[in-house]
């Protein structure tokens, strides 16, 4: 915690204590004690910041505010470090820092990411030199250029989301701009980045489509690609290509998938996923042809920078079948779509490995097959509400009994009347139950 401090003369002074845990004082010269308050509340943040690693983004923007002799106070007291001299003087970092050198430092320094982040964060980075310009000063880049950039985007042919995806990579490496105080604010920062659902790209994947790609595979293991995504819902190809034998357990019926995609989530390193029907018979088989001592279930084709989607699509050129869009997520999608209407929302989560808010968003799907089993699929007749065909089969007995019967003047008047009742019984008073001049009624009439 800081305090303020008074000193003759109308001064203010800020005590603190430093991540090194010595007492030091900033000393501010003559200045209100509204000013000093607010001040204070920076020193500790920007102490803070040294035991975090974590600066916050209005004490950033203060700090590329600052000029340089304000900034070297805070510099004399340990609370940030010195900035970079050029040739021609000390100056702003943002004045001296071009765009490819930054995005070039920032990608090469995030050690913790995966190879396919590193790549996306490649295109972005390709997107903005060449609309920008590699030599592009970062304090030069307003919002406002942002905004065209985004339709430079959109100009690009890139879809929605992929758009969206591209803006959010940039308002993260602006954000590290800031973080490191070569900036003082992120342009970037109001562009659209959520990513939603297109249901213009979704496509329900029959089985039979399945079956004729699955014949025209040239081996087992492909046959295995196709029908995990398919029928086990896997990501494809990162967690089918880590599947491995001593996953499976034949005996209790599920195989474990490890997911590089939620590892970062806790408990999301891995999930149980049964082991359907339609993929045990393959993987025996499978498993009967490996090599002795065989780690990965696919091991024939996972070449590193082998492209399933190149393969898959002339496979399904053989086999005749017209590409969908978002190939291997749509299969995956399918799957789940399948399961949601077989099993409870959580289980069907749980093994395919997303929550129920994405599931809804971007898999579960509305398909044909769901209109025509609404609107009866040529069983109109066995859908109908069981009391009216109830009421129906009545009153045609009692019209066929009477025809040619001596009993027919007494039957006629009830069959007549069998629509009236309805009326009476349902119209007058909905669904209570029947008055005993109702039922005194029925048993006249239709006894």
């Not at 004045?95 to 490649?122: C, H, M, P, Q, W």
């Not at 905004?147 to 959010?168: F, I, S």
């Not at 499976?248 to 996923?273: C, L, M």
Request: charged share 25%; net charge positive.
């Amino acid at each position: 915690m800081a305090s303020v401090g008074k000193d003759p003369g109308g001064k203010k002074r800020i005590l603190f204590v430093a991540g090194d845990g010595k007492r030091k004082t900033l000393r501010l010269g003559k200045s209100s004690m509204t000013q000093a308050s607010s001040l204070r509340a920076k020193v500790e943040s920007l102490v803070a910041s040294q035991l975090t690693g974590r600066i916050d983004d209005e004490v950033a923007r203060w700090l590329g505010g600052l000029g340089d002799r304000a900034y070297a106070k805070l510099v004399a007291v340990g609370l940030v470090p010195a900035r970079p001299s050029t040739a021609s003087g000390s100056k702003s970092p943002a004045t001296v820092e071009t765009l490819a050198a930054f995005l070039d430092s920032y990608i090469t320094s995030r050690r913790d990411v995966k190879v396919n982040t590193t790549l996306v964060y490649g295109r972005t980075r390709k997107h903005l030199v060449e609309h920008f310009g590699a030599d592009k000063l970062l304090g030069d880049i307003t919002p406002g250029d942002a905004d065209e950039w985004r339709l430079h985007l959109v100009d690009y042919g890139l879809a929605p989301n992929t758009v969206n995806r591209t803006c959010g990579v940039a308002r993260q490496f602006f954000r590290a701009a800031v973080r490191r105080r070569l900036i003082v604010e992120n342009p970037f920062a109001e562009l659209k980045v959520g990513v939603k659902g297109n249901v213009a790209r979704q496509h329900f994947v029959t089985r039979e489509d399945i079956e004729k790609i699955v014949n025209m595979c040239p081996c087992v293991e492909w046959k295995l690609v196709v029908l995990l995504a398919r029928y086990a819902g896997l990501r494809t190809p990162s967690e089918t290509l880590l599947l491995r034998w001593s996953d499976i357990n034949w005996e209790q019926g599920w195989f474990t998938a490890h997911s590089p995609k939620t590892e970062h989530h806790p408990g999301g390193e891995s999930r149980r996923v049964p082991l359907f029907s339609e993929l045990k018979s393959y993987l025996l088989e499978a498993f009967a042809e490996a090599e002795p001592g065989a780690e990965f279930v696919i091991a024939k084709h996972r070449r590193r920078g082998a492209n399933l989607r190149t393969h898959l699509l002339r496979i399904m050129a053989r086999a005749g079948v017209k590409p969908w869009p978002k190939l291997l997520q749509n299969m995956r999608s399918s799957r789940q779509t399948e399961l949601a209407q077989q099993w409870p929302e959580y289980l069907v989560c749980a093994w395919l490995g997303n929550s129920r808010v994405i599931a809804r968003e971007h898999y579960l799907q509305v398909t044909d097959e769901h209109f025509r089993q609404a609107s009866g699929g040529g069983q109109e007749k066995a859908a109908q509400n069981p009391a009216q065909q109830t009421r129906e089969t009545a009153c045609g007995g009692l019209q066929a009994g009477g025809r040619g019967s001596d009993n027919n003047a007494v039957l006629q008047p009830a069959a007549a009347n069998c629509t009236s009742p309805q009326n009476e019984i349902v119209g007058g008073r909905g669904l209570e139950p029947l008055t005993p001049s109702v039922s005194s009624w029925c048993s006249s009439h239709l006894s």
